[in-house]
T-cell receptor, first 119, second 115 residues
Framework: GAVVSQHPSWVICKSGTSVKIECRSLDFQATTMFWYRQFPKQSLMLMATSNEGSKATYEQGVEKDKFLINHASLTLSTLTVTSAHPEDSSFYIC???????????????FGPGTRLTVL | KQEVTQIPAALSVPEGENLVLNCSFTDSAIYNLQWFRQDPGKGLTSLLLIQSSQREQTSGRLNASLDKSSGRSTLYIAASQPGDSATYLCAVPLSGGAGSYQLTFGKGTKLSVIP
């Protein structure tokens, strides 16, 4: 079946540094990918939609200048957390559908997630 | 704004027991509903997807039902096994069309099956 990978699986960084998280679709092309984050004991929250070859769209309340998204190829989207602070510590998960069909009749595949801890 | 609620937040059952997980959503105009499984520190595995026109979906020991009018879905797990221990998430799309892939999730039900 389709697989989505993320790298790294976990990262610890100092406050003020930038961290890049990669999301790859391993055996299919994904023109669209989605980034979610999950705080402890909270639900997954959609952060942004990553579009290959165009700008990402961000959900309300998500700072686009802080969470930079680049979808440079049909198999790779990157999320860069710039000037990370302890409140950015979270579990970041990406997803990619096989096909973009009206009605969302196709399933989407989720990456294993990246645990970010900012000291 | 769509809100998804899952009850209970946690559930512990002995092996072999049948169980039901509940999910409710505030906006009944959904395109579909999905149930996922999340293992600790890991990503999500899609279990079942029910289209808005369907009443239920089955996969092995899992059966998911959908009642759009009342804004509810249930996930029934038969003959539970220790390997079923995980957090189960319910999710609905933010909207139709391509937006069907942008999901709103509940907080999940953490299931523990005791051997």
């Amino acid at each position: 079946g389709a697989v989505v990978s993320q790298h790294p699986s976990w990262v610890i960084c100092k406050s003020g540094t930038s961290v890049k998280i990669e999301c790859r679709s391993l055996d299919f092309q994904a023109t669209t990918m989605f980034w979610y984050r999950q705080f402890p004991k909270q639900s997954l929250m959609l952060m942004a939609t990553s579009n290959e070859g165009s700008k990402a769209t961000y959900e309300q309340g998500v700072e686009k200048d802080k969470f930079l998204i680049n979808h440079a190829s049909l198999t790779l989207s990157t999320l860069t957390v710039t000037s990370a602070h302890p409140e950015d510590s979270s579990f970041y998960i990406c997803s990619a559908p096989l096909l973009i069909l009206a009605g969302g009749t196709d399933t989407q595949y989720f990456g294993p997630g990246t645990r970010l801890t900012v000291l | 704004k769509q809100e998804v609620t899952q009850i209970p937040a946690a559930l512990s059952v002995p092996e072999g027991e049948n169980l039901v997980l509940n999910c409710s959503f505030t906006d009944s105009a959904i395109y579909n509903l999905q149930w996922f499984r999340q293992d600790p520190g890991k990503g999500l595995t899609s279990l079942l997807l029910i289209q808005s026109s369907q009443r239920e979906q089955t996969s092995g020991r899992l059966n998911a039902s959908l009642d759009k009018s009342s804004g509810r879905s249930t996930l029934y797990i038969a003959a539970s096994q220790p390997g079923d221990s995980a957090t189960y998430l319910c999710a609905v799309p933010l909207s139709g069309g391509a937006g069907s892939y942008q999901l709103t999730f509940g907080k999940g039900t953490k299931l523990s099956v005791i051997p």
